[in-house]
């Protein structure tokens, strides 16, 4: 009679405990994979995270002169509340159309060819351009990282 002596709790010899070599190359290929594309991400975001910054802050320039032209006169004959409205006939009712630019800036085609430099990196310009009885007032900033943005209104004689 054969007498077991590890009481029926024996391991077998050829039972296997841990892990082996095998499977921690695998786990450590599959966690510098799973890494390398994270930081990639992370990477990206940290280059770019200025841009909506830069698109904020030249909006906010195009906005402010844009608003600041659009709150002057349609012309320089143009009294204050704009009635009567300047006409390009002769007619003696209504005040004669002075489309120039004069140079004091107090009225829409005063800002025609006006450029500045608001911030460092940060290029504005100014475009009017008078149709019939409207004027198209367009704000070009040229910012860092090759932003640009447009902004356009229309001015209509009243």
Avoid: W
Avoid at 20 to 48: D, P, Q, R, T, W
Avoid at 62 to 67: E, R, V
Avoid at 83 to 95: E, N
């Amino acid at each position: 009679m054969h007498t077991n002596s590890c009481n029926g709790v024996c391991l077998n010899s050829s039972h296997q405990q841990g892990i082996s070599l095998l499977e921690v190359i695998v786990f450590i290929v599959i966690v510098g994979i799973a890494s390398a594309a994270i930081f990639k991400a992370y990477n990206y975001s940290l280059m770019h995270n200025a841009d909506p910054m830069i698109q904020v802050r030249a909006l906010e320039l195009a906005q402010s002169k844009l608003d600041e032209i659009l709150a002057l006169k349609y012309d320089e004959n143009t009294p204050s509340g704009g009635v009567p409205a300047c006409s390009s006939t002769t007619d003696a009712s209504a005040l004669v159309c002075t489309n120039t630019a004069d140079g004091n800036m107090n009225d829409i085609d005063d800002y025609n060819g006006y450029s500045d430099t608001p911030y460092t990196g940060y290029t504005r310009s100014v475009t009017v351009v008078t149709a019939s009885n409207e004027k198209l007032i367009t704000i070009t900033v040229a910012a860092p990282s090759s932003t640009t943005i447009y902004l356009a209104a229309y001015r209509a004689n009243f």
